[in-house]
Antibody, heavy 116, light 110 residues
Framework: EVQLLESGGGLVQPGGSLRLSCAAS????????MSWVRQAPGKGLEWVST????????WYADSVKGRFTVSRDNAKTTVYMQMNSLRAEDTAVYYC?????????WGQGTLVIVSS | QSALTQPASVSGSPGQSIAISCTGT?????????VSWYQHHPGKAPKLIIY???DRPSGVSNRFSGSKSGNTASLTISGLQAEDEADYHC??????????FGTGTKVTVL
């Protein structure tokens, strides 16, 4: 069974940093792209970033480009999202998802709150 | 890019059929047959229910069906059940090779 478990969310001040992790199991991790999607309070889903299976390609939404960095450790079957220069508008539940098109399996999410 | 447009809410009685529209442009919905739909019960993980416009993953009820015409995709839920009450999100790939989600629709079973 495919399982994705996000962690690392919390309360951070504007301008601060946070690193999210997503531990994966139940599939051949290195053979699949991994994506991050977020949902701000009362809003729809927003795609954030995707990393290819071998980590040789990455894609970012314009809203996070230059501030967020996605990476993965295939030996640990974990994908990461380093979030810097956080803003109030980054407040959201962050989900990791398996694959890119479509997003086949999702985790339950981790909440990030950016507030002073 | 602006989010794809979905109705904020749709409701129906048990047993009825409802349809949710997802309107984009020729750069996303109209460009590819890469529309997917996700069911999201609050507090839980979103679930893929339709991909490539019309395909259903294994285990998803055949009460869910998808279609597309031009720049608008649709999700139809037939034989509406109480457990279908959830948020539904469409998603399309775009010419920039990135996914674009819809605004989301809350389905209420009366």
């Amino acid at each position: 069974e495919v399982q994705l478990l996000e962690s690392g969310g919390g309360l951070v001040q504007p301008g601060g940093s946070l690193r999210l992790s997503c531990a994966a199991s139940g599939f051949t991790f290195s053979g699949h792209d991994m994506s991050w999607v977020r949902q701000a309070p009362g809003k729809g889903l927003e795609w954030v970033s995707t990393i290819s299976g071998r980590a040789d390609s990455t894609w970012y939404a314009d809203s996070v480009k230059g501030r967020f960095t996605v990476s993965r450790d295939n030996a640990k079957t974990t994908v990461y999202m380093q979030m810097n220069s956080l803003r109030a508008e980054d407040t959201a539940v962050y989900y990791c998802a398996k694959d890119r098109n479509p997003l086949t399996t999702w985790g339950q999410g981790t909440l990030v709150i950016v507030s002073s | 890019q602006s989010a794809l447009t979905q109705p904020a809410s749709v409701s129906g009685s048990p047993g009825q059929s409802i349809a949710i529209s997802c309107t984009g442009t020729s750069s996303d919905v109209g460009a590819y047959d890469y529309v997917s739909w996700y069911q999201h019960h609050p507090g839980k993980a979103p679930k893929l229910i339709i991909y490539y416009v019309t395909d259903r993953p294994s285990g998803v009820s055949n009460r869910f069906s998808g279609s597309k015409s031009g720049n608008t995709a649709s999700l139809t839920i037939s034989g509406l059940q109480a457990e279908d009450e959830a948020d539904y999100h469409c998603c399309s790939y775009t010419l920039s090779n990135t996914p674009l989600f819809g605004t989301g629709t809350k389905v209420t079973v009366l």
